[in-house]
């Protein structure tokens, strides 16, 4: 039964585009388990906000940590973007301000 579980999981990230390699949280996230972030998921997809808030606290307590940035992702025209717009715990994560803006390349905190 767990071969098979795991044989299924393997197919279902390569349907995804993430490869063994990627299967693996980077970064911060790094010693998390799967089920951390993707519990009671039937295939693996992005978590959603509320779950990325769980452990990371209110949007506006995120605003708020990132006031001093020149351009505050948290606190933008767009209003209450999807944590995984910008971060990846998979691959490389990206500043989707950086889209539409002239904004020089940015860290991610933890990566």
């Given at each position: 039964m767990l071969i098979r579980n795991v044989a299924i999981a393997l197919a279902a990230f390569a349907l995804l585009g993430l490869?063994?390699?990627?299967a693996a949280n980077n970064g911060s996230h790094a010693s998390l388990k799967?089920?951390?972030c993707h519990a009671g998921q039937a295939?693996?997809?992005?978590?959603?906000?509320?779950t990325c808030l769980k452990c990371h606290g209110s949007?506006?307590?995120?605003?708020?940590?990132?006031?001093?940035?020149?351009?505050?992702?948290h606190?933008?025209?767009?209003?209450r973007v999807e944590c995984t717009a910008c971060h990846s715990m998979h691959k490389?994560?990206?500043?989707?301000c950086?889209?539409?803006h002239a904004i020089p390349s940015r860290k991610f905190k933890g990566e």
């Open positions: 490869g063994q390699a990627n799967c089920d951390t295939a693996p997809a992005a978590p959603s906000q509320k949007y506006e307590a995120l605003a708020a940590k990132t006031k001093g940035d020149k351009f505050n992702p606190d933008s025209h767009m209003g490389k994560s990206q500043f989707i950086r889209d539409c």
